[in-house]
Each structure stands twice: as structure tokens, then as C-alpha cells.
Nanobody, 127 residues
């Protein structure tokens, strides 16, 4: 089992940047596929990014591609989401998620494929 704690959210103007962090408990962090999801007010949860266990592969939602970068440091049990060129549409609660099961690449954007979730961190982008 793993526990996740997000941090780094806040209020930023459009065009600005934020870096989210997600710290994980446990000694087998490198066994977990990690992802970021977000949920805007009144909207459904949506996939943002996923990173492989080694950190060698990432995948992004089209809406954030080229602006967001996900990375991980397995020595620190932490994943990051660097968010640049933020837009008001990026306003949401951002959640870190983890799972150690194998799934096809096509399923890694599916929130149902993640067993562990953080409490979320609010990101608000003003226009």
C-alpha cells in the first residue's frame, strides 16, 4: 500500500508556472506507475499525465502537451508536475495517483486503473 500527499498548488496568473509535487510513503515507490489527474468544478475528473515506473516514458493529455512536464525521483519517492503557460482552463483540483499493476498503455489514462490517490491540491489560474 502507498500513501500520497500532493503539494505546490496555488493561485497564479495566466501565463505563469507552478510545480506540483506528490510524495509517496513506502519503500517500493519504483514499482508504481504514477499519474496526475484533475477535476474542475462541475466537471468530470480527467487524465493529465502518466509516467512509467523508471521515469523513462511519459504520456500527456492533448490539452497540456507541450506545457506540462511530469517527472519522478525514485530516490525521493516523489513525482512532479511542472506546469508552464498556465491557462484559466487549467483551474482544477489536481490529484496524484498510483498503481503497481500492469495495464496496457492505452489504459494508463483511465482513473479506474489507479488504486491509490492523494487528497488533491487546488490550482487556480486567473485571467
Amino acid at each position: 500500500q502507498v500513501q500520497l500527499v500532493e503539494s505546490g498548488g496555488g493561485l497564479v496568473q495566466a501565463g505563469g508556472s507552478l510545480r506540483l509535487s506528490c510524495g509517496a510513503s513506502g519503500r517500493t515507490f519504483s514499482a508504481y506507475r504514477m499519474a496526475w489527474f484533475r477535476q474542475g468544478q462541475g466537471k468530470e475528473r480527467e487524465f493529465v499525465a502518466v509516467i512509467s515506473r523508471s521515469g523513462g516514458a511519459t504520456m500527456y493529455a492533448d490539452s497540456v502537451k507541450g506545457r506540462f512536464t511530469m517527472s519522478r525521483d525514485n530516490t525521493k519517492n516523489t513525482v512532479y508536475l511542472q506546469m508552464n503557460s498556465l491557462k484559466p482552463g487549467d483551474t482544477a483540483v489536481y490529484y496524484c495517483a498510483a498503481d503497481d499493476r500492469w495495464v496496457p498503455v492505452s489504459a494508463t489514462y483511465d482513473g479506474a486503473k489507479y488504486a491509490y490517490w492523494g487528497q488533491g491540491t487546488q490550482v487556480t489560474v486567473s485571467s
